[in-house]
């Protein structure tokens, strides 16, 4: 699924990565826990969070995360956009919840990468 997919089924407004929206994502995970995206990090996977914090930037950055999706309609303060920029993250913001997010996803087929937990 492509990321401009996954920014229509989730009725998302792009923070940044205006230019990105051609990767393609190979699946998606959703946690606010991000030592759990680093026991088990999934190159080209989608986040979705509702933590918009540097950490959930940065964590993803060090997973291979192809990009973050913050959920409930958050948004993140300019720091986070700045690094997120320079580490050319892609960032949306849908206003959907979490589990709703993930349920959009699912159904039109973006499978959950597999947590080795």
Known sequence: ????????????EIIIGHDKMDI???????????????????????????????????????????AIVFVRAKKPDPDIISYAKEHEMPILSSPYSMYGSCGRLYSKGLKSIRWNI
Not at 34 to 63: C, F, K, Y
Request: glycine fraction near 10%.
């Open 1 to 12: 699924m492509k990321l401009s997919e996954v920014k229509e089924i989730l009725n998302a």
């Open 24 to 66: 393609e994502i190979a699946g998606g995970a959703a946690s606010d826990l991000m030592s759990d995206l680093l026991r088990n990090p999934r190159e080209g996977a989608l986040l979705l969070t509702g933590l918009t914090n540097i950490q959930a930037v940065r964590t993803s950055v060090i997973a291979g995360m192809a």
